[in-house]
């Protein structure tokens, strides 16, 4: 059991028995002062008190919930991308300089009217999604960030390499995405390089 659940169920041992009995003790006959309350008074005011507490709680629990509903809801009005590998493109240009083109995907009825791109150094390409550090491979990103093209429902990004070994590497990139609402979604993507060539892909919803 939680802990808050056990302070819960002790508040409540002590509201329920505890402070009737210390007031049977406070009050005649027990008590031989004499109260401009009495012990039906004291009762009654410790019970408004608690549920007024309780109505504030229950407040609180129900505009958490709303707002949780209300997130679920705006989830069906969010748009997200996948990467198409096969369309994205990989090219030598001069000396140790490559051209990277992306190529990306709206997968929801939703149209996107906005997208960056953004420096990222989460790694995803095994699945678990960590740092730089916990790959041996180089990992390359963007500098600052890029204006991502729009095309109806595909979107273009170009990237230009250069001094990088692309024989064992990894481009990260965050895409903020906004649609037609305003609604703004966040994506890491992974693009795995081997000996220069695109082998795999990898997303994520931030």
């Given amino acids: ?19 009737p009995a210390i007031i049977n003790l406070l009050y005649p006959p027990h ?8 012990p039906g008074d004291l009762l009654s005011y410790l019970s408004s008190i608690l549920m007024g507490g309780a109505t504030i709680y229950l407040g609180f ?16 009005y969010k748009s997200y991308i996948c990467v198409m590998l096969d369309e994205c493109e990989l090219r030598h ?23 960056m791109a953004y420096k990222s150094h989460k790694i995803g390409i095994d699945g678990d999604w960590n740092d730089e550090n916990t790959t041996s491979a180089e990992v390359i990103s963007i500098d600052g ?53 695109l082998v795999e892909e990898s997303t994520r919803e931030v």
């Fill in 1 to 19: 059991m939680k802990r808050k659940y056990k302070l819960a169920i002790a508040t409540s041992v002590i509201f329920v028995f505890g402070i």
């Fill in 31 to 38: 008590n031989p002062l004499i109260s401009v309350w009495g």
């Fill in 61 to 76: 629990q129900a505009n958490s919930m709303n707002k949780r509903m209300s997130e679920y809801e705006m989830i069906s």
């Fill in 93 to 115: 240009i001069e000396l140790s300089a490559n051209q990277l083109r992306i190529r990306l995907k709206n997968i929801t009825d939703i149209p996107i009217v906005g997208a």
């Fill in 145 to 197: 960030m890029n204006s991502i093209n729009i095309e109806k429902d595909y979107l273009t990004m170009r990237y230009f390499i250069e001094n990088k070994d692309l024989s064992n590497a990894v481009f990260c990139v965050e895409v903020v995405l906004e649609n037609i609402y305003g609604l703004k979604t966040k994506q890491y993507i992974n693009l795995w390089i081997v000996n220069g060539k």
